[in-house]
Nanobody, 123 residues
């Protein structure tokens, strides 16, 4: 039972990346899913979440309008499309899951975590 995050890399400001988080050993159906990020010396912060039912999404103000969270239950994967990337988006990005219908924005609300994927935005 695990989450496997991928898709990180280095990109110039203004560029795009698409993160993926694939689940194995369990179905993401009816799971609330979230993306968080953590920079050196900082606490893990909320980026985006999607509810376990009805796919209601929520975004941190800092990424609203630039990032899009989505899920593909057939592929058992959650995605984070990141556009117009800024240097301040540089961080390790983590995906998380919890079996619940509602959105969750606090890291301690989640009980399944991926290993993290590094995103570096630099010219």
């Amino acid at each position: 039972v695990q989450l496997q995050a991928s898709g990180g890399g280095s990109v110039q400001p203004g560029g795009s990346l698409r993160l993926s988080c694939a689940a194995s050993g369990f179905s993401l159906d009816l799971y609330a899913l979230g993306w968080f990020r953590q920079s050196p010396g900082k606490e893990r912060e909320f980026v985006s979440a999607i509810s376990g039912s009805r796919d209601i999404t929520k975004y941190a103000d800092s990424v609203k309008g630039r990032f899009t969270i989505s899920r593909d239950n057939a592929k058992n994967t959650v995605f984070l499309q990141m556009n117009s990337l800024k240097p301040e988006d540089t961080a390790v990005y983590y995906c998380a899951a919890k079996f619940t219908s509602s959105q969750r924005v606090i890291p301690s609300d989640y009980n399944k975590w991926g290993q993290g994927t590094l995103v570096t935005v630099s010219s």
